[in-house]
């Protein structure tokens, strides 16, 4: 029995007089290494590794947390630094650039650094939304499409797939619903996609973070607005309209009414007055000019604000509610003697009206006609 505790403390002291010769050694810088030399948009690196170095050039690997290191980035606008050092590009560059971290041993006082590549590409999968502007309790499907350099990872190893919300005291509280399915169809076809609905308004942010087994993490921040939920729509004014190319007279409601300029076929499109459909939706007209020429047309409404830019291929369309919708148009509205024209359709589509038309046997436009 003496002799086993002769032997243990024979191995403590040992022990001890080793730590204190480690801790007695002179260390003359530090370094720094993460497995990665190019870092892709959203993608993140694990915690480096960081090894002092002494007089003879021998490294000593070391624990790295944020009581004894500090880590910082020379783009800081572009790279978001973790606690413990690991680094997500978070892809606000138009252009690759090298940026350098740097890591400070606090107790020590001793610095280091290291290179990396930031690429604008984005890393391991891309991410997109079925709904531009999703209401309140809308459902929203967000899909996920893998890239070729994840496509070749998951065909090796297995993967987990994180969807964890961003939390800030603004953030609507969301319901995310994952399919138990979804990494098996990332595997196999390469894409799937989860829901996710609003119980509010506002803003809201997702990490969507895809870990191969290997330990790389692949990551896309998503960013979704919810507005508020638009009232019944109410249908007002005719319920229906017919027009006809080269013809001042038209249908409302089967009663014949007369405008001042004919509709006109414009690139293929049926181009009509602006006035007689603002008044078919009793939507008042405003028209803003510049140098006697108009410059724009909006349509309003208490429902909705139509504005139709002169010369410009889009209509844009705002709700009470804060919600947007822009109609792109082939062909771009345009004064005509004078007058502005606009797509029929689209004008009608701006209402949520209906539109359909026809065609004589040489294929030409007859009438044009929206229903609501």
Do not use: C
């Not at 002494?54 to 783009?75: I, K, P, R, W």
């Not at 350098?100 to 984005?122: C, S």
């Amino acid at each position: 029995m003496l002799k086993k505790i002769i032997i243990s403390v024979f191995i403590l002291t040992l022990a001890l007089t080793l730590a204190a010769k480690v801790e007695a050694r002179e260390y003359k810088g530090i370094a720094i290494s993460y497995p990665e030399a190019v870092l892709k948009v959203g993608q993140e690196t694990p915690v480096p590794s960081v090894y002092l170095i002494d007089a003879d050039g021998q490294l000593y690997q070391q624990e790295v947390t944020a009581d004894n290191y500090a880590f910082l980035v020379s783009e800081p606008p572009f790279v978001k630094v973790g606690p413990t050092g690991q680094l997500l590009n978070i892809g606000r560059i138009l252009e690759g650039r090298v940026i350098t971290v740097f890591v400070v041993d606090k107790q020590r006082g001793l610095v280091g650094n290291t290179e990396l590549w930031l690429d604008d590409a984005f890393a391991g999968f891309t991410t997109r939304v079925d709904k531009s502007y999703p209401e309140v309790r809308q459902e929203v499907n967000v899909h996920i499409a893998l890239l070729e350099e994840l496509i070749s990872t998951v065909s090796d190893e297995a993967i987990t797939v994180e969807v964890n919300q961003i939390t800030n005291t603004n953030a609507p509280k969301l319901t995310i619903e994952r399919y138990e399915y979804m990494v098996h169809e990332l595997i196999a076809n390469h894409s799937s996609s989860f829901k996710v609905t609003a119980s509010q308004p506002g803003n809201a942010e997702l990490n969507i973070i895809i870990v191969a087994e290997s330990g790389s993490r692949y990551i896309q921040k998503l960013a979704i607005e919810f507005y508020p939920l638009q009232p019944p729509r109410i249908i007002r004014g005719a319920g229906e309209v017919m027009m006809f190319p080269g013809t001042k007279g038209y249908l409302r409601d089967g009663a014949l009414v007369f405008s001042d300029y004919a509709p006109v076929i414009r690139a293929g499109r049926t181009f009509v007055p602006v006035g007689p459909l603002a008044d078919s939706f009793q939507a008042q007209i405003h028209f803003a000019k510049q140098d006697n020429v108009t410059e724009l047309v909006v349509l309003k409404r208490d429902d909705r604000v139509v504005t139709i830019p002169v010369g410009y291929s889009f209509i844009h369309i705002k709700f009470p509610n804060g919600k947007i919708r822009v109609i792109p148009l082939e062909a771009p509205i345009a004064a005509i003697d004078g007058m502005i024209m606009a797509p029929f359709r689209a004008i009608a589509e701006a209402f949520e009206a209906k539109v359909d038309f026809g065609l004589s046997e040489e294929g030409k436009v007859e009438w044009i006609r929206f229903v609501q």
